[in-house]
Antibody, heavy 121, light 109 residues
């Protein structure tokens, strides 16, 4: 059974960058897309983008184009989400989530525990 | 890409059935049979309930069922139980992206 374990909470200043990791264990890593989804306090889920580790090619939601970078380290089965030019509205819990099938059609069966990113001066 | 539209809240009594709608457009739900549903309890990560409109992953109760008509998908929960009280989100695949609904809070009376 695949597990996703994310890095710990972060506090960042406006204008800075944050990098969150998501380590996969216990199953097939390379073929299944990993998406990143965020949830602002008291708000709904927002899909940010995905990457297929074996290909290493990400695609991003239009809203995050230019600010979001998704990468995969196949040697350590770890995914990374880096967001730049942070603003207070980016304060949220960030989740990594593994697609339930190949290809990925938007169903995510395995989720990380979430990483709280707080952007505050 | 706009979020899918869900009712903000629904409620029901134990044992009853409820339905949560998820309205999109001809570009997403109307085109693709790739609608998924998630349940989220406070402080927890979302849990996948249904994929591809109506497919239940292993371990998900058959009290949860899904359907789609035109641009609207629906989640039905039958035999409502106290532990069903949670937030529910729909999601649709669209042109290599995924879009979520705004979420629906289910209250079990």
């Amino acid at each position: 059974q695949v597990q996703l374990v994310q890095s710990g909470a972060e506090v960042k200043k406006p204008g800075s960058s944050v990098k969150v990791s998501c380590k996969a264990s216990g199953g097939t890593f390379n073929n299944y897309a990993i998406s990143w989804v965020r949830q602002a306090p008291g708000q709904g889920l927002e899909w940010m983008g995905r990457i297929i580790p074996i290909l290493g090619i990400p695609n991003y939601a239009q809203k995050f184009q230019g600010r979001l970078t998704l990468t995969a380290d196949r040697s350590t089965s770890t995914l990374y989400m880096e967001m730049s030019s942070l603003r207070s509205e980016d304060t949220a819990i960030y989740y990594c989530a593994r697609a339930s099938a190949v290809p990925d059609y938007g169903a995510y069966e395995t989720w990380g525990q979430g990483t709280l990113v707080t952007v505050s001066s | 890409q706009s979020a899918l539209t869900q009712p903000a809240s629904v409620s029901g009594s134990p044992g009853q059935s409820i339905t949560i709608s998820c309205t999109g457009s001809s570009s997403d739900i109307g085109t693709y049979n790739y609608v998924s549903w998630y349940q989220q309890h406070p402080g927890k990560a979302p849990k996948l309930l249904l994929s591809d409109v109506s497919n239940r992953p292993s371990g998900v109760s058959n009290r949860f069922s899904g359907s789609k008509s035109g641009d609207t998908a629906s989640l039905t929960i039958s035999g409502l139980q106290a532990e069903d009280e949670a937030d529910y989100y729909c999601a649709s695949y669209i042109n290599i992206n995924t879009v979520f609904g705004g979420g629906t809070k289910l209250t079990v009376l």
